[in-house]
């Protein structure tokens, strides 16, 4: 069943000033795990830490941290980009089909799969009656409630596989709130699909063009350091100063962050001046300014959830 959703999240979405674009990419998933790593208790912290050293990338992720303490928070804050990393040719991870027999698979560290399918849960949908393919058996819903379930120690899986859960936890749970990663719009136009919006192009103030998903993708930023994150997070109107309402943080079901990220790409990802082809479209100040409000609210929100979800598995 659909979830709408409530009245007062859409209130806080739209009512936060616009800050300059700075979601995503890594600097956004960034943000958000460093003000989930704030929220997190002393006892937690140090158990996510030690899952975290287990990743062959500690070294890399803590590199320039001036102590033991900010070495920490570097790799938690960095752990949330490792998902997006394995794509990359130096890590010789695969890419694999969401058809594939271990498409659904969770085994740990030993996976060189890049599993590009699970940063998504595409909700098809249409407004003019053409035809939705089956939805897929794998995304970031399935895979997500298969990794909070091995992540308390009290699951039996091995240190390996928690380890690899939780990094892969830091950034899923980062895109679930991208509402362009949960919804695809199927169009006259656009038969087989826009893929999240993929299949359309945008045209920003600057006059560059680029697929809609990127520029939502795009929000906070692009690359990053830790340091770099942690400063924009901090920062005058940064991602710190925004307020989440504590009810809607406490929603713990990945299936309803699908649905609000689908409802929320419906209502303001694909509203005007997006068309319903592939044509560029100039970018208007009033999407500009709902989009950077929309992304600021879900990863305010998306960190006060991981931060939850964590407590609550390494408690």
Do not use: C
């Amino acid at each position: 069943m659909r979830r709408v959703v409530s009245i007062g999240f859409l209130a806080l979405a739209l009512g936060i000033a616009a800050s300059p674009a700075r979601a995503w990419w890594d600097e956004g998933h960034m943000q958000i795990a460093y003000l989930a790593y704030k929220r997190l208790s002393d006892p937690v912290r140090d158990k996510a830490d030690a899952l975290l050293k287990l990743n062959k990338d500690y070294a890399k992720w803590t590199s320039g941290a001036a102590d033991d303490k900010t070495a920490k928070m570097y790799a938690f804050v960095h752990a949330a980009t490792w998902a997006d990393d394995i794509k990359t040719k130096e890590y010789g991870y695969t890419r694999d089909a969401v058809t594939s027999p271990t498409a659904g698979q969770n085994i740990g560290y030993p996976d060189h799969n890049q599993h590009a399918y699970w940063h998504f849960k595409d909700i098809d949908f249409t407004t003019d009656g053409t035809p939705l393919p089956a939805a897929v058996p794998v995304d970031f819903v399935t895979q997500l409630n298969l990794m909070i379930a091995a992540l308390p120690a009290s699951s039996g899986a091995s240190d390996d596989l928690r380890s690899y859960d939780l990094v892969w936890i830091l950034h899923l749970v980062g895109d679930a709130h991208q509402p362009l990663h949960a919804a695809a719009r199927y169009t006259q136009q656009i038969p087989n699909g826009d893929a999240g919006g993929n299949a359309e192009s945008v045209i920003v103030a600057s006059g560059s063009s680029m697929a809609l998903h990127a520029y939502w993708d795009a929000i906070f930023g692009g690359y990053s350091s830790p340091y770099g994150a942690i400063f924009d997070a901090d920062d005058k109107d940064g991602l710190s100063s925004v307020v989440v309402n504590q009810a809607e943080a406490q929603i713990a079901d990945p299936a309803v962050w699908a649905q609000e990220s689908a409802e929320l790409a419906k209502q303001y990802a694909y509203a005007p001046p997006i068309s319903t082809g592939k044509n560029p479209v100039l970018l208007t100040r009033d999407y500009e300014t709902s989009a950077k409000n929309v992304a600021r609210a879900r990863a305010a929100l998306a960190a006060a959830r991981l931060a939850n979800l964590i407590e609550t598995a390494l408690k």
